[in-house]
């Protein structure tokens, strides 16, 4: 008998991968550090002409492997000095559909992310608040009224470090 494979048999919905070089992957690099840089800054910086940087972002982007571009705010800044992550586990899916949940979740301004995950909770929320009370305030006026809130467990965000992910 044969150990089973470990190579991913493509799916069907798989998006096609594109072909990256060096100088995608440096665009990318600069990109993620700062996404306002314009194609001529990136050119300088990798030595390329502003047209070929510019024709390689608008490749990527077509491509999908540029999403978008994202305004970083400062949270503590403007006031919110607390994160917290929520798992949330529902209590009656049958009852309660996931859309009609991820509708009233996304509608609470402090959640700032919802991901629907595999494993002991169904939800993993990123919630912002101004202090401790704020957050208990939200969470028992907020997300422990949604429709189909079972078990709720909080983890109080304490440090956090940026780090880009990789790139082919």
């Known amino acids: 008998m044969s150990p089973p ?22 665009i990318l690099r600069a990109l993620q550090t700062d996404a306002t840089l314009k194609a001529s800054e990136l050119g300088r910086r990798l030595d390329l002409s502003q047209s070929a940087t510019w024709r390689r972002i608008k490749r990527l982007t077509d491509a999908g ?8 705010l400062d949270t503590d800044k403007l006031g919110f000095g607390v994160t917290v992550f929520l798992g949330v ?4 899916k049958g009852r309660v559909s996931l859309e009609d949940f991820e509708r009233a979740v996304t509608a609470i301004p402090e959640v700032q992310t919802v991901q629907h995950v595999l494993g002991l909770y169904d939800y993993r929320l990123r919630v ?3 202090d401790l009370s704020d957050f208990e305030r939200v969470l028992r006026r907020r997300i422990m009224t949604l429709p189909g809130v079972g078990n709720v467990e909080a983890n109080v ?4 470090e940026r780090r880009p992910g990789p790139i082919g």
């Open 65 to 72: 492997v540029i999403a978008g571009r994202r305004l970083d």
């Open 5 to 26: 494979s470990r190579t991913r048999r493509p799916c069907r919905y798989d998006p096609p991968m594109i072909d990256l070089d060096e100088s995608d992957r440096a």
């Open 128 to 130: 912002i608040a101004r």
């Open 157 to 160: 965000l304490l440090s956090e």
């Open 89 to 92: 586990k529902l209590a009656t």
